[in-house]
């Protein structure tokens, strides 16, 4: 079993950064890797970013490349969600999940799931 628990989000400011953090309990950190998703106000939850055990894999949505950067720390069962050059578009509410073995990009692969943190950003 594995729990997950994000902070890190807020309002921000169009063109603005956040960092998310994801902290996972348990000792099986390393063993699974780990996605943040997102859903917006009456949008289905859509995949953000993975990166695999090891941090040797990161995978991104279209959307996010070269504004977002998913890393680990696995001494601190952590996942984060570097944020940059934020949008309107980027408003949502955003869960961590965390999955044993290889990377995935589809949510219903997913095993584990945080409460979520929102993320605003004004025009």
């Known amino acids: 079993q594995v729990q997950l628990v994000e902070s890190g989000g807020g309002l921000v400011q169009a063109g603005g950064s956040l960092r998310l953090s994801c902290a996972a309990s348990?000792?099986?950190?390393?063993?699974?890797?780990m996605g943040w998703f997102r859903q917006a106000p009456g949008k289905e939850r859509e995949f953000v970013a993975a990166v695999s055990q090891s941090a040797a894999f990161t995978y991104y949505a279209d959307p996010v490349k070269g504004r977002f950067t998913i890393s680990r720390n696995n001494a601190k069962n952590t996942v984060y969600l570097q944020m940059n050059s934020l949008e309107p578009e980027d408003t949502a509410v955003y869960y961590c999940?965390?999955?044993?073995?290889?990377?995935?990009?589809?949510?219903?692969?997913?095993?584990?799931w945080g409460q979520g943190t929102q993320v605003t950003v004004s025009s």
């Open positions: 999940a965390a999955v044993r073995g290889v990377i995935a990009g589809r949510s219903n692969e997913y095993e584990y």
């Open positions: 348990g000792r099986t950190f390393s063993t699974h890797a």
